[in-house]
């Protein structure tokens, strides 16, 4: 099974797939836990030139490219072969990360990401997606505190508005993949609607 977690910076998604893992660990399941952008050679550098190089002004279709390159590798040598292997995946962001930042917050052409976006997939579609929504200002107002700020990070809040709102329209058009979690709501009352939802699914 391959579980993704989406959702805007500062929603909590990272600790509520970290929980994730660790509850599924528990339960004897075999899992990888992974993230994008940055995992292997490839990622690590892909992850530096989009992230941390202030410097490198990056064109918008060059950075949508680099997000895609970053997963087709992911996918090929990460993901494919650990999901072949009978493991739980659980990716912090994926394809719909691509379309929401690049398509609806860079305002790029939205068929000309979700061409790229579908094709850096190698085919692979999560089977759970779990949306952490919540209002901009909470979520920014959680990671002003964080030491280090990513560029994304940084961009004013009609980016991380419009990232919103991309993330809920695409989970509108696909309501049995993507689930839409309040997180708006403590640690743990989220971490208990999840478990449910993804064991649910593993009983099937
Ligand atoms: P990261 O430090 O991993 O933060 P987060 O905890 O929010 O995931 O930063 C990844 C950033 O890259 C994040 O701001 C979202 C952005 N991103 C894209 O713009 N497109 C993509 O396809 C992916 C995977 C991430």
């Not at 099974?1 to 929980?19: D, H, N, P, V």
């Not at 680099?66 to 292997?85: I, T, Y």
């Not at 979690?181 to 939802?197: C, F």
């Amino acid at each position: 099974m391959f579980i993704t977690f989406e959702g805007i910076e500062g929603s909590g998604k990272t600790t509520q797939a970290q929980l994730l893992r660790d509850f599924l660990v528990n339960k004897g399941y075999r899992v990888t836990f992974t993230r994008e952008p940055g995992w292997g050679i490839l990622g690590r550098l892909i992850r530096r030139m989009l992230l941390e190089e202030r410097d490198l002004e990056l064109d918008p279709v060059a950075e949508l490219c680099l997000f895609c390159a970053d997963r087709a590798q992911h996918v090929k040598e990460l993901l494919r072969p650990r999901l072949k292997a009978g493991d739980i995946v659980i990716c912090d962001r994926f394809v719909d990360s691509t379309v929401v930042y690049q398509g609806y917050g860079r305002g790029l052409d939205i068929e000309l990401v979700k061409k790229v976006a579908n094709a850096s997939t190698l085919g692979l579609k999560p089977d759970i997606t779990l949306l952490l929504n919540l209002p901009v200002r909470i979520a920014l107002s959680r990671i002003r505190n964080r030491e280090s700020m990513t560029k994304f990070e940084e961009e004013p809040l009609e980016f991380h508005e419009r990232i919103r709102q991309g993330y809920l329209f695409i989970a509108q058009k696909e309501p049995d993949r993507i689930k839409v979690i309040n997180a708006a709501r403590g640690v743990d009352q989220i971490r208990e609607e999840i478990t449910d939802i993804v064991l649910t699914r593993l009983s099937r």
